[in-house]
């Protein structure tokens, strides 16, 4: 019988759960046992789902470890961060490999779903699963890789509408998990190679990564030039090949990391990349653009400083309620340290939270304020903040 753990539930974790626990039993485990006795309650502070769909009897939250012994496929998609100095951060990864060996069983099967650099899987993850629990994978455990491809707010390529690739070098189960993996998505593009996966995934940010930051520059020339930016793109799309990506703050989990994990295992093996990097310069680059253009603008509508200002969307993307690396978030910090009458609104995020960090919770407190610059645009916005003179700055 197949019971199924899902490891980590944040925004990649909890989408596959969901479409799991339609068909199986399925255990949701997270270390954060905050976020563990939330959804239990039916609380998802990113609102990516409703209480309802998370009072779904097949599903059982828990951060404790004795609890999903018996679970025989366990499906990992933990954080993978970098550190200050941009290296990559495998710490929450090996945690999980360490603690799955104590408790790893003949025939279990792990999929890792983090984003990662190539070769990860097969030399850091399974070596650790093996010492520890003193078996071998391919004979007693099997190990597969499946790139995580959730992006958060996005109701056109949500996870069920998607292709997403699995791979798995082995017999065991295979035509199994390919069923499985076939409730959480549209289609399952298969392959043997985990590495070929891995990297696969980790490219597939930094392309983005470096047209956005291509944009990015072109945006700011023909600021500088005085061009308009949004006639010279309408023209340059007229073109049957032209790539439309749109100018702005690059926060969240993959753009800004990806790029890091590529370059360092590529210096590792002692290739200096050149184009992988060059999108990072110039969107780390934007906050502080960003940050001095609203400075600039606030002192020619605001020279005395007796204006009350709202700084709207600190989450890290439009239409999501995550805080986590964004560069809103980072501006607004800034800006609060410069002018007392700044203050901070994103309807979008838990209200505890919002409380937290001394926000302004509802829309009706919005006519208190003579100037609104948003930094997230929301579609909410469109209507709370319609009628006002709002400031964009990118």
């Known amino acids: 019988m197949i019971k199924i753990c899902m490891i980590g539930l944040g925004y990649v974790g909890l989408p596959i759960l969901v479409n799991l626990s339609k068909k199986f039993n399925c255990i949701g485990y997270d270390i954060n046992s905050k976020r563990v006795k939330e959804l239990s309650n039916g609380n998802d502070v990113f609102k990516e789902f409703t209480n309802k769909e998370l009072e779904n009897k097949k599903i059982f939250f828990t951060n404790s470890k004795k609890k999903i012994k018996k679970c025989n496929i366990f499906i990992v998609a933990v954080p993978t961060p970098i550190y200050e100095n941009k290296k990559p951060n495998l710490v929450y990864l090996k945690n999980v490999c360490d603690m799955l060996s104590t408790i790893l069983k003949i025939n279990d099967i792990i999929i890792f779903e983090s984003t990662v650099y190539p070769s990860v899987t097969n030399k850091i993850c399974i070596p650790i699963l093996e010492k520890k629990s003193k078996l071998t994978e391919g004979v007693d455990f099997f190990v597969g890789y499946s790139p995580e491809?959730?992006?958060?707010?996005?109701?056109?390529?949500?996870?069920?509408?998607?292709?997403?690739?699995?791979?798995?070098?082995?017999?065991?189960?295979?035509?199994?998990?390919?069923?499985?993996?076939?409730?959480?998505?549209?289609?399952?593009?298969?392959?043997?190679?985990?590495?070929?996966?891995?990297?696969?995934?980790?490219?597939?940010?930094?392309?983005?990564?470096?047209?956005?930051?291509?944009?990015?520059?072109?945006?700011?020339?023909?600021?500088?030039?005085?061009?308009?930016?949004?006639?010279?793109?309408?023209?340059?799309?007229?073109?049957?090949?032209?790539?439309?990506?749109?100018?702005?703050?690059?926060?969240?989990?993959?753009?800004?990391?990806?790029?890091?994990?590529?370059?360092?295992?590529?210096?590792?093996?002692?290739?200096?990349?050149?184009?992988?990097?060059?999108?990072?310069?110039?969107?780390?680059?934007?906050?502080?653009?960003?940050?001095?253009?609203?400075?600039?603008?606030?002192?020619?509508?605001?020279?005395?400083?007796?204006?009350?200002?709202?700084?709207?969307?600190?989450?890290?993307?439009?239409?999501?309620?995550?805080?986590?690396?964004?560069?809103?978030?980072?501006?607004?910090?800034?800006?609060?340290?410069?002018?007392?009458?700044?203050?901070?609104?994103?309807?979008?995020?838990?209200?505890?939270?919002?409380?937290?960090?001394?926000?302004?919770?509802?829309?009706k407190e919005i006519y208190k304020f003579d100037i609104f610059i948003v930094l997230t645009k929301h579609k909410v916005f469109n209507k709370t903040l319609k009628n006002k003179k709002i400031y964009h700055p990118i």
């Open 149 to 363: 491809r959730v992006n958060p707010g996005d109701n056109k390529h949500h996870l069920k509408k998607i292709n997403k690739i699995l791979a798995y070098p082995h017999k065991y189960l295979k035509k199994s998990l390919i069923k499985i993996y076939s409730l959480i998505s549209k289609k399952i593009i298969f392959t043997k190679n985990i590495n070929e996966a891995e990297t696969a995934k980790v490219i597939e940010n930094i392309q983005r990564d470096v047209n956005i930051g291509l944009i990015n520059e072109i945006y700011l020339v023909c600021k500088k030039l005085n061009i308009n930016f949004d006639n010279v793109i309408k023209l340059a799309s007229t073109k049957w090949n032209f790539l439309k990506f749109k100018p702005g703050l690059v926060g969240g989990h993959c753009l800004p990391v990806d790029p890091y994990y590529f370059s360092y295992i590529s210096k590792k093996n002692k290739l200096n990349t050149k184009i992988t990097l060059a999108g990072r310069f110039i969107n780390d680059s934007m906050s502080d653009i960003v940050f001095k253009d609203i400075i600039a603008e606030i002192k020619k509508l605001d020279p005395q400083q007796k204006k009350n200002i709202l700084i709207c969307g600190l989450s890290y993307k439009a239409n999501v309620a995550d805080l986590r690396n964004s560069l809103s978030l980072e501006i607004f910090n800034k800006l609060k340290k410069s002018n007392k009458k700044i203050f901070g609104y994103d309807p979008l995020i838990d209200i505890n939270q919002a409380k937290k960090m001394n926000l302004i919770i509802s829309s």
